[in-house]
């Protein structure tokens, strides 16, 4: 038997290991243990479980494009290729993908759960309430130590600090979670005097710090809700089940607050604007009014009777000083009075023609 090198047997065994078809694409599930973030961008790390170790190191471009938080402790499953290396003798696992161990049972679900909900036509835009334009009491559901409601009270405070805004603290994520929503919800909806709108938040997290918000019952709980509901939950690129059932969306518990509240300084604004339109509308009907009693003053002035006398012409009356307007109920002997426009004159009728002549 011939002796060979140490690099001739490490030279063997990487060539097995990085042409071999199934370490070349695989799977693997493990526990991560020992993240470290290289300078160069790789990401360096160990999967284990309760028997072995395997290390392993993420390409700069994979990183930069993980959907998950590489946290000590967590469970993942990563795909990828062994790579062997023939100069320390060594192999470690190089990651394509990474996604959380439950994440493929989670992703299914949702899609079953999303499905179902619009075939009943939850997810229909006719259904949705409208946000009230200006509400007094905003009131969150969201935990009372995380960062959503500090974002949502320091807008508040910039938008319109006179809007009232009432805090039900409420778990957003682990066991547990899905039925204490429901249970704020319902509080909010009969427990709180002068609600005008609820918004449901929570900060960004993984796919599965979410998983309350993509149950059914939460669902189910945001559409019966007498209360428009915004939701606002993780960042701009989280979509949960509850984004679909709610009336509005907002991107974060920021822009829910605004989509919310409404700034005061336009409030201020349009009241303005509606003040001088109001003010020029009154000066626009005044000068109206004016010319249109200016116009019925001629008129008037016109058919007075003393006037049309001053022109030359007379008015008969009766004894009781009525004007005479049918001659039919005239009869010979009856008392008149003539006025013109100098005298008033006494007469009894002598006789009465009704033929008139025309000049």
């Excluded at 998950?68 to 062994?82: F, N, S």
């Excluded at 259904?127 to 320091?154: C, F, H, M, Q």
């Excluded at 939950?233 to 518990?253: K, L, M, N, Q």
Aim: include cysteine; proline fraction near 3%.
């Amino acid at each position: 038997m011939r002796a060979i090198t140490v690099s001739e047997v490490n030279s063997y065994i990487a060539r097995i290991l990085n042409v071999d078809p199934v370490l070349s694409s695989i799977c693997i599930t493990g526990e991560i243990s020992g993240v470290t973030y290289h300078s160069s961008g790789y990401v360096y790390m160990t999967l284990k479980d309760e028997k072995s170790r395997l290390a392993c190191f993420i390409p700069e471009n994979i990183v930069k494009n993980l959907q998950i938080k590489l946290q000590e402790g967590k469970t993942i499953e990563a795909t990828g290729a062994i790579c062997g290396y023939e100069r320390g003798g060594s192999y470690s696992f190089r990651v394509f993908t990474v996604t959380a161990e439950k994440e493929g049972e989670l992703a299914t679900e949702f899609e079953r759960l999303k499905q179902k909900l619009f075939d009943e036509g939850l997810f229909d835009a006719g259904r949705k309430k409208p946000l009230p334009r200006y509400p007094n009491k905003v009131v969150i559901v969201t935990s009372d130590t995380g960062a959503a409601i500090e974002d949502i009270k320091k807008t508040a405070w910039n938008l319109n600090p006179a809007v009232k805004l009432v805090l039900i603290p409420t778990l957003v994520q682990g066991k547990g979670a899905a039925e204490d929503i429901v249970r704020s919800i319902e509080i909010a909806n009969t427990k709180i005097e002068g609600a005008d709108i609820l918004v449901v938040c929570r900060g960004g997290g993984n796919k599965e710090d979410l998983a309350a918000f993509n149950e059914e019952i939460v669902a189910r709980s945001i559409a019966g809700s007498k209360l428009p509901v915004i939701s606002a939950i993780g960042h701009e690129i989280d979509f949960t089940i509850a984004d679909f059932v709610s009336d509005a969306r907002a991107a974060t518990p920021t822009a829910a607050a605004q989509l919310a509240i409404p700034d005061r300084q336009v409030l201020k604004q349009r009241l303005s604007v509606l003040q001088n339109e109001l003010i020029a509308t009154a000066k626009r009907k005044l000068v109206y009014e004016r010319a249109h009693l200016s116009s019925l003053k001629e008129q008037l002035t016109l058919l007075n009777p003393a006037h049309i006398i001053r022109r030359g012409y007379g008015a008969i009356l009766d004894s009781n000083l009525h004007f005479i307007e049918d001659t039919s109920k005239l009869t010979r002997g009856d008392k008149i009075v003539v006025l013109t426009k100098d005298a008033k004159i006494n007469a009894n009728i002598e006789d009465i023609s009704k033929e008139v002549q025309d000049d």
